[in-house]
């Protein structure tokens, strides 16, 4: 069954640094998303993305976070400056949306480290 | 404003006992649901889903649940636990179908 993969497993970074997330979605979605959990907390929208470009974004996502699909099989998150409090588990996915209500599907997601 | 909220943040059966794992959902418009299931250094798996078609909802590995919308709840049961049953379960709750709003997670422990 085709998945959607995350790279890297972990990323340790120094705050201030910028990182770059990669996701590379199931080949035949349209639709794809990044979505976060802070250690101990709820599983949270940051941003979906259609037709190369950003359909809906939360609070989160601020100036500091970009998407970007390069070509067209990577999906990648980047930080541009990272805070403490951007340590988190970062969880790509991807959905068809045919039909309505299709559900997401997850990567195993990119644990980063900001010390 | 959609919200999920999950009772009870731990959970433990004994082997071969029933599984319930609670789910009430708020949606301002007929909602779909999903139950996600996380096993230790894994991403999100879907179990099930709900999207106005039948109420009672089977899915993978002997789960099911059931939308009651006069309880806006869509708990999930699973008749008889299995060691491999224990992972952390969420449910999720979308008005469009597109962004999900997850509640905080259940860690289900098995005995033996």
């Known amino acids: 069954e085709p998945e959607v993969t995350q790279t890297p497993s972990h990323q340790v970074t120094q705050m ?12 035949n979605h349209l ?35 970009s ?3 390069p ?19 970062y969880f790509c996915a991807s959905s068809d949306r045919t039909p309505i209500g ?13 010390t | 404003a959609q919200s ?6 731990h959970v433990s059966v004994s082997e071969g006992a029933l599984v319930l794992l609670r789910c009430n959902y708020s949606s301002s418009v007929p909602p779909y649901l999903f139950w996600y ?3 230790p250094n ?32 869509f708990h999930l049961t699973k008749p008889s636990a299995h060691m491999s049953d224990a992972a952390e379960y969420f449910c999720a709750v979308s008005e469009d179908g597109n962004k999900l709003v997850f509640g905080a997670g259940t860690i289900l422990r098995v005995k033996s």
Not at chain 2, 4 to 9: A, D, E, F, I
């Open chain 1, 71 to 89: 070509d067209g099989s990577n999906f990648t998150l980047k930080i541009r400056s990272t805070k403490l409090e951007d340590s988190a588990m």
């Open chain 1, 31 to 65: 639709y794809f998303y990044w979505y976060r959990q802070i250690l101990g907390q709820k599983v949270e929208f940051l941003v979906s993305f259609y037709n190369n470009e950003i359909s809906e974004k939360s609070e989160i996502f601020d100036d500091q976070f």
């Open chain 2, 37 to 39: 299931v996380q096993y």
């Open chain 1, 67 to 69: 998407v970007e699909r």
């Open chain 2, 42 to 73: 894994q991403g999100l798996q879907l179990l099930l889903k709900y999207t106005s078609a039948a109420t009672l909802v089977k899915g993978i590995n002997g789960f099911e649940a059931e939308f009651k919308k006069s309880e806006t709840s």
């Open chain 1, 102 to 114: 299709s559900p997401l599907h997850f990567g195993n997601g990119t644990r980063l480290t900001v």
């Open chain 2, 4 to 9: 999920v909220t999950q009772l009870g943040s």
């Open chain 1, 16 to 27: 201030g640094q910028e990182v770059i997330l990669r996701c590379v979605p199931i080949s």
